[in-house]
């Protein structure tokens, strides 16, 4: 079992910054692809970003690209999430999840479904 706890999220104005991070315990991830999800309030669960083990390929969501930024330190068990020019539609609660599989691509990994573990989601709201 993998627990994955996030932290870093808050509030911030439009425009501001702010960095995500999500630490795992019990077995690493490091052989695990990451990713990360938001859902806002009514909203469907949505992808966000995702980073491979085998060659730390990134993928993105348009509506994130050129923005935000997914990278993971294997050593510290722990994925971040560099947010930039925040909007308020970036508002929701962001969830960090684990893929235990060795291969990974974004047609696999912008889908939900795929991924075995997940965080208990850590809260961003982005003022006007």
């Known amino acids: 079992q993998v627990q994955l706890v996030e932290s870093g999220g808050g509030l911030v104005q439009a425009g501001g910054s702010l960095r995500l991070s999500c630490a795992a315990s019990?077995?690493?991830?490091?052989?695990?692809?990451m990713g990360w999800f938001r859902q806002a309030p009514g909203k469907e669960r949505e992808f966000v970003a995702a980073?491979?083990?085998?060659?730390?390929?990134?993928y993105y969501a348009d509506s994130v690209k050129g923005r935000f930024t997914i990278s993971r330190d294997n050593a510290k068990n722990t994925v971040y999430l560099q947010m930039n020019s925040l909007k308020p539609e970036d508002t929701a609660v962001y969830y960090c999840?684990?893929?235990?599989?060795?291969?990974?691509?974004?047609?696999?990994?912008?889908?939900?479904?795929?991924?075995?573990?997940w965080g208990q989601g850590t809260q961003v709201t982005v003022s006007s």
């Open positions: 999840a684990a893929d235990v599989n060795i291969s990974g691509n974004y047609w696999r990994l912008r889908t939900a479904r795929v991924y075995d573990y």
């Open positions: 019990g077995r690493t991830f490091s052989n695990y692809n």
């Open positions: 980073i491979t083990w085998s060659d730390g390929s990134t």
